[in-house]
Every structure is written in C-alpha cells, then in structure tokens.
C-alpha cells in the first residue's frame, strides 16, 4: 500500500468531492502495536477507487481508527481528507445506528434491527461533520457525490451550508420496502436528508420507487415518475445506476504470469482436486454464509458430493466485530465448519478450506481463476461485486456463478446458476447442476456474463450516475 504520508496538505480544494463513511485506506495497528494502512473492506472503496484515479478529486471519509485527528494526505494518487470519529461514536454511529439499525433494516430485516435514541443523535452530529468538512473541501460550483447509508442526512446539511454546489447520492445497499422503512423512528428526517441532493441513486430500479412513493406518502411532495418537486422548488431525480467494478483491470490482473503461477499452486496445495468451489465474502450475516455451507456439508455427508475430488474454499473477510450479531455469525461458522470437517472422518484435506482474513488483490484474482465453481448466496445484498470479480477474472468461457436471486447482481447475470439461498434442498441441487454440467453449457452461460460485465463496468456506472448529475440545473 503504497500511502504517501509525507504529502500532506492543510486544506485541499477540489471541484470534484466524494464523501464517504470510509477512505480508500484503513488504518491498522499490528499485533507489536505499531500502525500500518491496508485497503478498505467492502464493495464501495473497490468500486469507488478507479472513479477517484481518473477524476483527480478530493475523497473524504473515516480512516479506521477511533479517537485520532490526521491531516489530509495522499495515497496511490488519490487526495484523502480524514474525518475523525471519537470512541463514542464508533459505538453509536458506525456501529450502532449504520450497522446495528440501519444495515438490518434495509436488509429485509434479516436480523433484527435496534432503535436507540442515542444512536441516531450520534448519527446526526457525524453527518453534520461530514458535510461542514465537504463545505470546505469543495470548490464553488463543485460536484459532491455523497455515498452510502451512513451518511444519509449529508446531502441537506451540505445544500444549506452550500446551496451553490451540485450533490449527488448513491445508496450501495438495497434500499427497503415500505413497510420496513416505515419501522425507522426517524423516517422523515432520512427521506429530507437525502432530498438535499439534486439526483438520488439506487442500485435497483424498485428502490428508486420504493423512495418516490415513500416522499408521496409520507411528506405530501408532488411526484411524476423518478422525479419529486420538494418544499423549496427543485426537482430531484431518483434512478437506478447498479454499481461495477473495474472489469479489465482485474481480468489484466488474473491473466497475469504471477497469478496463474499462484492459482495453479493454490489449486496444487488443495491436491489437485477435479472441483474447487469458492466462496468469498466479508463475513456479514446478510450474505448467507450459514445456509452455503450448511447445503455442502449436507452434500458431502450424503455422499452426493465426494470430497476426495471436490474441495470448497470460503474465504471471509474480518467485518464490524464488536457487533453482536457478527461475534454471534463468527461462533456459528466456525462451528459449522469445525463439524462439518469433523464428521469427515479423514485424515488429509478437509471438505471445507476456511480462511479468516484479507487478503491483497492479487491474492484475490489467484482465487478466483483457480476455482471452477464460485458460490454467492446474499439472503439480501444491494448488488455484489465479488460475483462480478469472479466473472471478470476468467481467461475463458469455463466455470461456473452460482448466485443468490437476492442479490442486486442477480437482475442483470440472468444466465447464472440462481438460487433462493433460503431453499437449502434447492442450493444443494443448483450446486450439483452447476458442478455435473457440460463444458459447452457452462461456456454457453459464461459467455453471456463476462460480456455483461464488460460491457457494464464501472467507467460506465460513473459517467451514467455524473453525466445525469451535470444534467440537473
Ligand atoms: P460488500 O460491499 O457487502 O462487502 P461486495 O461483494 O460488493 O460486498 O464487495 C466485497 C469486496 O471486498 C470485493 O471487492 C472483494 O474482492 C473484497 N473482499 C472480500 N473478501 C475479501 C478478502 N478476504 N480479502 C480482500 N478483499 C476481500
Ligand atoms: O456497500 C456496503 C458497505 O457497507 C460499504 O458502505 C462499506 O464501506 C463496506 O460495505 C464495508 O463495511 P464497513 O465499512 O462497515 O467495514
């Protein structure tokens, strides 16, 4: 990580702003207690860095570490303004109302969602520090493009410090049905915060209306289609833009002679088996990993699936670990797949290769052009970048996505192996079908996806969402 610390700026300006909970870099402390700087986890700083690379702007956000101030800095090209968060607020607004309310709730409440007044106070006073330090950052006339469910009020406290500016907003996450955001004690005050951008934009064209019908019904604001006319006269676009990734940089990447090298000895350290399936995930409840691993170990364990010639690695990033129900998710999959190998009853190769870490891209790519068989299975998920990593990362039409219907990627990878995640007897047999079919179904299959995410990829995500931004008066 090559972070430049030494070129600090006092106060960068810029006419291009992203505001973000997160920076691109994550500040660490190693096991001897000094720090050290690693990427973000998550989809947003994947799909975020290359649009910061060919902007040239300002990136503002968190970097990680509680209860310390740092100057802006520069990173791998990129300009980052650090906003610091003390002890308390981690706990009350990055764990607490984004990750212990917000999170749950826009996730089909697949687990249940806590409502403290507390949090939300907290909430408020880190989204006014966000957008007092956008307000100095960004250049008359400036593009804000403001990002994710943790800062969801910026956009009106942005508009009334700096009425001049053009802000944009982009929700990574599904945004919820009626019903589930009704539940938010604070519900007019999220729908106003986020009326403060000029265009609002979704993964899914049904949470564009699911936000259109929600500011009808519950502020009385005139609507016609994904435009609303709020109390002050403007007009606010809402639609749908689903997210990418840099598609060519990470096939360059897999096609290069070091990551064929490393996933050939991936596939050699697993003894050469007939089948990898590979799961990569951070490890978050939202994305199924209890019901994936549950469904092979059952394959396994009923002879269907012989270890002996297929292996399956998971591979899960370290997530929000002082939130209960993620402690709770570490204890379960851990067990899970202690048993699961247990009961093989063989000495050699477990069934299940499971990897607690993270890991650099490289790394990444390596897995993903070693495995044959990729497995998502999100209960809910706003889009999912790995399934499109994995897709980006084959040199040929071979292997296989097998892909929560849940999943925003879902809408647009139609000729995936997709499969209800809840469905354990259904998962267990989209994975065999997925692993017995032919090479000239699967080719059939891949074809169709790696020219959807190349066509489709991240450059493409960004000049829609800002094109439509420059369009708004
Ligand atoms: P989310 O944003 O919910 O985490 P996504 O699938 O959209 O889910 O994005 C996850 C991102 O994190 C991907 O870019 C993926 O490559 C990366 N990632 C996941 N697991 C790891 C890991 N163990 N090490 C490094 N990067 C990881
Ligand atoms: O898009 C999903 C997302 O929640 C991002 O907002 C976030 O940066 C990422 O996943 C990882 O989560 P966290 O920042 O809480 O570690």
Redesign the pocket.
Known sequence: MSTDRGKKSSSPTSSFVVVANRLAVDRIEHADGSTGWRTS????V?ALEPVMRANDGAWIGWHGAPDEKLRPFSSDGMQLVPVHLTSDEVRDYYEGLSNGTLWPLYHDAVEHPHFHREWWDAYVEVNERFAARAAEVAEPGAVVWVQDYQLQLVPQLLRQRRPDLRIGFFL?IPFPPLELFQQLPWRNQILEGLLGADLVGFQLPGGAQNFVRLVRQRLHLQTHRDRVRTADGRTVLARAYPISIDADSFHDLAASPAVEQRAKQIRHDLGDPTTMILG???L?YTKGLRQRIRAFGELVNEGRVDPEETVYVQ???PSRERVDQYRQLRDDIDMLVGRINGESGRIGRPPITYLH???PRDE?AALYRAADIMVVTPLR?G????AK?FIACRQDDSGALVLSEFAGAAKELRQAYLVNPYDINGLKERLLEAMTDSPRVHARRMRFLRKQVFENDIDRWASLFLDDLAGRS
């Open positions: 986890p998550g989809g947003l994947t990574h990569v995930d951070r978050d591979v899960a990033t870490a993270s890991y990444m998920d889009m999912n970048l790995v990593e």
